[in-house]
């Protein structure tokens, strides 16, 4: 059977047959062109499936430099390859990407030799729940998230651009989970820096199969004949790879400094895990065959043949930690613009903290990591006094235990 990936989301998952975000290109098109054409950009973890998008919405509009970071070096290659296969570049064009870490030495010389740039983008960051098991992973999610995006912003009112983006999650409104609780120290960080730059960033929805997501993990167990697994009772919003590009490209573009973009969807738009497994066996070709457990869902994976007209799957109710069973852009304090782009808003007053706050914040964060017996609850204790509206969810249990 026949099967696009792009149509399947557009059509079972965003339910959406053109961009949510095509009105608010359109009508800023011209701006967006005036901006971007001829400019320089930095893109700090293009390579993913965010950052990727966000270059291909920017390309549309011509810019004329464009140097991508990302410690992924296959992936670059794959984004050079995709890029070279889907746009007619100018021969003046300049790319270069480069598979280091933003927090690596030579990365402040490639910004101090080749930039300073007109556009940074970064989308370098931790972004799965799954990635907080254990103090040595929330340690790790703690110094991307936050400890080197300080150090970026530092060397960023040295090497200024005219515009500065980098990307939140939906989690951080009333975060549940460290990742939640990470970007919301990310956010307060990123608009104590408003001061010194022009900075915008985003929340947003899940994007449909993007790397890692669980549904990418789907066309995996396919691949591999293993059994469909996610929980039942998770409801999340989701926007295509495309629309996610283009979110954070206006998001950039055209905020103003110290706005946090998010899309204008309503509950009517959010689906279950286990709503897209069941569509994308439909797509093809197959049935659900519901098991009772993880053990039943592999034995009768281990049978599946090429005249096999079921699938087995195995859904289950949420019990890990850190796991929100919804999601909100934006907290009942926050004032609103709802009026400036048909599908997004715009959260005009997000808290700021003083510029001396947030530094003692992240200087008690890394004196926590030269503790030897540093624990995940003295961890989650130092943040909960930190963020207010921070109320972590734990069970014991955490993803790397689920199939």
Known sequence: MHFELNKFIE????????????????????????????????????????????IKAALHFNPGKLYVIDNDENGL???????????????????????????????????????????VANFAAHKHVRSEKDP???????????IKAKRLL??????KPQHFFCVSTDK???????????????????????????????????????????????????????????????KRYFVSPQEAGELCLIACMLGNNGEIFFPKLGEEHMKTFSMIAEKYLAALGYKPDYCA?????????????ATSGSYPVYFFESDTSGEKTFEEFYTEDEVLDMDKFHELGIIKNAERLPMEEILAIINKIEQLFLNENLSKEKVIAELTSIIPTFHHIETGKNLDQRM
């Open 11 to 54: 059509e079972a998952i965003t339910e959406r047959r053109s961009s949510l975000f095509r009105k608010d290109l359109d009508k800023s098109a011209q701006l967006l062109d005036e901006r971007l054409r001829g400019k320089s950009m930095m893109v700090i973890g293009g390579a993913g499936t965010i950052g990727s998008s966000f």
């Open 77 to 119: 290659t794959e984004l050079v390859r995709d890029i070279r296969s889907s746009f007619e570049l100018p021969a003046s064009f300049d790319i270069k990407t480069y598979p280091i870490d933003f927090g690596d030495p030579v990365f402040e010389k490639i910004l101090a030799k080749e930039g300073p740039f007109d556009i």
């Open 136 to 146: 040595y992973s929330i340690e790790a999610m703690l110094r991307n998230n936050v």
């Open 154 to 159: 530092e060397l960023l009112t040295v090497y």
């Open 172 to 234: 951080a409104a009333n975060p549940v989970n460290v990742m939640g609780a990470s970007k919301k120290i990310m956010e307060y960080l990123i608009l104590a820096y408003a001061s010194k730059l022009k900075i915008t960033t985003a929340r947003f929805a899940n994007v449909a199969f993007s790397n890692g997501s669980l549904p990418f993990g789907f066309t995996q167990r396919i691949l591999k004949k293993q059994p469909l697994s996610s929980p039942g009772n998770i």
């Open 293 to 305: 457990s993880e053990a039943e869902a592999k034995e009768k994976a281990a049978s599946l043949n």
